[in-house]
């Protein structure tokens, strides 16, 4: 029998020992054994903050976000190996694309987003400057740099490939190298794709390891500057956050737990409207997809009071169109669970909850195509109703980690969002309403116990992602029973692996430590326009100080002519009098910042091939005819371009423009990026 390798310190590695079988979940012959006996646990965190971590530092933020697309690429490429393993898993071809090309996916997205949000340095400058003196000598910055340690990840069975691929997505693009621990019983389907991704030779040596099999002592060798992100049951979740090396060090831990997730009917939502032909397509699709077995997957249905009887019928009509059998089989909607030992805790759990209410649907015997039911992992949908659900604590403390559901009544809005609160903190719930009111209260209502929601109607209903899908720039996670944790959600996933720190100094030094201009830093000046400059010979803090012009009458009135903007304040003396604000007509802000534009532009053909967008405009003070104002243009930051094919090389350099009044009182107040030629 195949016994999957691990990978460690480099080098493909057999575990020795007793080894666990994996099963096929359809068939129940064995796949292959897992066994990580043997490896040097501690040896391979070491090798991963000494080999992989210098490396990927030493990598910007475009680098990394270079090898992300790359290594998405190459994945893709490969999609039809995995599909065929995925089968193994009970997942039907849907099921494993949301596992396979959604966890590509999340490549895509973060490597795509480190190029648009983070800089192209090896670390991130949050937030502006900010002034801590009265003179302006002394500010502060916040920094954002990697951590000097290894992610290890722990994944749960129902995602091997997705799993692990939105968890290494946000680590890598911050520079931090991972250990993948996969659970055991799925990673066979893990350890195909890793070992592609090794193949490539795409990463930098060290930035990945995989464990199949125990995670052995991993999680004692943790230090102050290593993270740990688990996803799984609750109980096994707490038992490693409260080990003795991470609670010692303070070791980042993410914690995503399963979570009795919910979806609520709004009143409005009656039978005959779209919106309960939708509510019921997708209870019954988060019960069915990946046979249940998803952390998100929806576990309590709550709807209106007297609408349970048409919401059971509806669901029992749809349930029993669902085909249980082999994925492999054609009109098969419905593969097993992962294994049969799946089999056994999901009936245990689901015979509990069935004490708080009346099964409506399954529970019997059921059909299984092209498959024997004994010896594969097959379980049908369960459906319950409580029809006392503040009586009863079963449906909203026990989860049934498959396909089963407990419908339960409420009679007002405040009931239902009471009914959703007794989840104890989950990963996603739903609403479905087409009524705004209902949407804000029960939105508000609800979520301080969950970390996304979706609101669905027909508007949305067609390009929705629905009830459990995590994407990669949401937050994944949630309070309470769901962990406490965040996972992805865009830039905030990346941050996590990263340290900020709160940089103090005169803004001259926090300019060259953060190579991006603080007001009140040291400027520099010369004869050649910085426009005439590319952008290799341009520098933080060159500065242009212009000529000056003085706003007339005329140019208010031209400009409200050329734009349409005829604004009270701009065209009646009396009425911008009377408005409390300006002493009498005031010239338009967007004249200003185009007369700006004219003090500072250089005309002829040169270096800058295009202007690239104004970030952050405020108009601090108004301009009055008769007011001469001055423009002073700094380099504030340059952010050099990956180079594609036929294109110029070029680079943005944001520019800090300041546009002063006669006083010397700033009136306006903004950025502009442009796309400068290189050298």
Same mark, same amino acid.
């Given at each position: ?20 079988? !994996? ?8 796949? +292959? ?134 968890? !290494? $997505? ?12 996969? $659970? ?84 409005? =939502? ?40 048409? #919401? ?15 994925? +492999? ?19 245990? =759990? =689901? ?26 992992? *097959? *379980? ?9 659900? *503040? ?27 009471? !009914? ?8 996603? /719930? ?96 010369? +004869? ?30 031209? *400009? ?47 270096? #800058?091939? +295009? ?14 005819? /008769? ?40 009136? =306006? ?11």
């Amino acid at each position: 029998m195949t016994r999957l390798q691990n990978y460690a310190m480099g080098e493909w590695v057999a575990g020795t020992g007793k080894a666990a079988t !994996l099963l096929h979940a359809v068939t129940g012959e064995p796949v +292959a054994e897992a066994s990580s006996g043997g490896l040097d646990f501690k040896g391979m965190a070491e090798y991963a903050r000494r080999v992989g971590g210098p490396k990927l530092r030493a990598l910007t933020f475009h680098q990394r976000a270079a090898l992300l697309k790359a290594m998405a690429k190459h994945l893709m490429e490969r999609k039809e190996t995995f599909y065929a393993l995925s089968a193994a898993t009970g997942a039907t071809r849907s099921d494993s694309w949301v596992d396979i090309e959604g966890g590509i996916g999340t490549f895509f997205a973060y490597s795509s987003r480190g190029r648009r949000e983070f800089p192209n340095e090896t670390y991130h400058v949050e937030g502006p400057a900010e002034s801590l003196s009265k003179v302006g000598t002394f500010a502060g910055r916040h920094i954002c740099v990697p951590l000097e340690g290894v992610a290890i990840q722990i994944n749960a069975f129902n995602f091997p490939c997705w799993g692990m691929l939105e968890k !290494l $997505a946000p680590a890598l693009l911050a520079g931090v190298p991972c250990i993948v621990k996969p $659970a055991t019983a799925t990673s066979f389907l893990t350890e195909s794709m890793f070992r592609a991704m090794i193949e490539s030779g795409i990463l930098p040596e060290g930035a990945i390891q995989l464990i199949c099999g125990s995670a052995g002592d991993l999680l004692s060798h943790v230090t102050e500057q290593d993270a740990v992100a688990f996803t799984g049951s609750a109980a096994t979740g707490r038992m490693l956050k409260e080990g003795k090396a991470v609670v010692e060090h303070s070791v980042r831990f993410n914690m995503e737990a399963d979570s009795l997730n919910c979806s609520i009917l709004g009143p409005d =939502a009656a039978p005959g409207t779209e919106e309960f032909d939708l509510f019921i397509k997708e209870v019954v699709r988060e019960m069915t997809t990946k046979a249940g077995q998803k952390c998100t997957a929806i576990r309590r249905t709550i709807v209106p009071a007297g609408m349970e009887g048409d #919401v059971v019928k509806a669901l029992r009509a749809r349930l029993g169109k669902t085909t249980v059998g082999d994925p +492999a089989v054609e009109g098969v909607r419905m593969g097993p669970l992962a294994s049969r030992g799946q089999v056994k805790d999901v009936g245990a =759990a =689901a015979e509990r909850i069935r004490e708080a209410g009346e099964l409506v649907f399954g529970g019997g015997d059921f059909d299984v195509v092209g498959a024997d039911r004994e010896r594969g992992a *097959f *379980f049908g949908p369960m459906l319950m109703v409580c029809d006392a659900p *503040f009586a009863r604590s079963e449906p909203h403390d026990i989860e049934a980690f498959g396909p089963v559901n407990t419908v339960m009544p409420y009679r007002t809005l405040d009931e239902a969002i009471e !009914l959703a609160k007794r989840g104890r903190g989950s990963l996603c /719930g739903s609403l479905i309403t087409a009524d705004p009111e209902v949407a804000r209260s029960v939105v508000l209502g609800v979520a301080p116990y969950h970390g996304r929601l979706l609101v669905l109607d027909r508007t949305s209903a067609k390009e929705s992602t629905g009830h459990g899908s995590p994407l990669p720039n949401l937050v994944h996670g949630g309070p309470g029973r769901a962990g406490g944790g965040e996972e992805m959600g865009g830039a905030r996933g990346v941050l996590h692996y990263m340290q900020r720190t709160a940089v103090q100094g005169s803004p001259s030094m926090l300019t060259a430590i953060t190579r991006e201009w603080s007001a009140g830093a040291a400027t520099q000046t010369d +004869a050649v326009h910085p426009f005439r400059k590319t952008f290799d010979e341009l520098r933080i803090g060159d500065t242009l100080v212009t000529g000056t012009r003085t706003i007339t009458l005329t140019d208010i009135e031209a *400009f409200a002519e050329l734009s349409g903007d005829r604004f009270y304040a701009h065209m009646d003396e009396e009425a911008a009098r009377s408005n409390g604000v300006f002493t009498g007509r005031v010239a338009h802000g967007y004249f200003i910042v185009s007369a700006a534009a004219g003090l500072f532009v250089d005309p002829a053909l040169g270096p #800058v091939l +295009a202007n690239y967008g104004l970030e952050r405009l405020r108009f601090t003070k108004p301009v009055y005819p /008769g007011d001469t104002i001055q423009v002073r243009l700094t380099v504030k930051q340059k952010t050099a371009k990956d180079p594609r094919e036929g294109e110029i090389p070029q680079g943005v350099v944001e520019w800090d423009v300041e546009v002063r009044n006669q006083d010397d009182e700033a009136v =306006a107040l903004y950025s502009i990026l442009t796309l400068v030629r290189r050298t």
